[in-house]
């Protein structure tokens, strides 16, 4: 079966500190990567999302990046962090049966800036 | 991008049926209908898909009308443990390089004994 691993699961950091978040996946092959941010008390928004290896496409401009160095291995980042960088950060991986796509989420990583 | 819209909460007793609309009048024809539960500190957790009609697993039934500009999701005899948020998302594969996928806002569900 396959799992999907975040960490980590809570982060304490200061604005202007960089930042790593990594998210992976077992069980599955060339899997489709997604990260999500979800503020407090808010709906999911669409951060980034890789179809394979190195190929990262972003939603929405802000003040993040994402890589992917391996096929199971999604990676979020920042070089200087801002207040509103807080939140819960979901990853997501995705298999296909035709063009029906279902997505399976992560435990979350709880990113608090201060 | 098809918007999706939900009630904020509800409120429901042990035992009772639940039924949660989710709106998405501009849905695309390749997007399908998905429906989560989220616990707090969380991740969302799959319930159930569908494209059309009626689709009916072990723990939720999912109605999706000819037009497919709604979806209900049918909890059955909820209990105090399905007390969470549910998100409807809508979505499917483009041809283009963004990804066409929607969350709705989320609805409270709240069962009360």
């Known amino acids: 079966s396959q799992t999907i691993h975040q960490w980590p699961a809570t982060l304490v950091q200061p604005v202007g500190s960089p930042l790593s978040l990594e998210c992976t996946v077992e069980?599955?092959?060339?899997?489709?990567l997604y990260w999500y941010r979800q503020a407090a008390g808010r709906g999911l928004q669409l951060l980034f999302y890789?179809?394979?290896?190195?190929?990262i496409s972003s939603e929405v401009p802000q003040n993040l990046s994402a890589s992917r160095p391996q096929d199971r291995q999604f990676i979020l980042s920042s070089k200087k962090l801002l207040l509103s960088d807080s939140g819960f950060y979901l990853c997501?991986?995705?298999?296909?049966?035709?063009?029906?796509?279902?997505?399976?989420f992560g435990p979350g990583t709880r990113l608090l800036v201060l | 991008l098809a918007k999706t819209t939900q009630p904020i909460s509800m409120d429901s007793y042990e035992g009772q049926e639940v039924n949660i609309t989710c709106s998405h009048n501009n849905i695309a024809t390749n997007d399908y209908i998905t429906w989560y539960q989220q616990f707090p500190s969380q991740g969302p957790r799959f319930i159930i898909q569908?494209?059309?009609t009626k689709v009916t697993n072990e723990v939720a039934s999912l109605f999706i009308p000819a037009d497919r500009k709604s979806s209900t999701l049918s909890l059955p005899r909820v209990s105090l443990s399905d007390t969470a948020v549910y998100y409807c998302l809508v979505g499917g594969i483009s041809s283009g390089s963004a990804r066409q996928l929607t969350f709705g806002s989320g609805t409270q569900l709240t069962v009360l004994p």
């Open positions: 569908g494209y059309k």
């Open positions: 890789s179809v394979g290896i190195g190929q």
């Open positions: 069980g599955t092959s060339n899997p489709n």
């Open positions: 997501a991986w995705s298999f296909y049966r035709g063009s029906q796509e279902t997505q399976y």
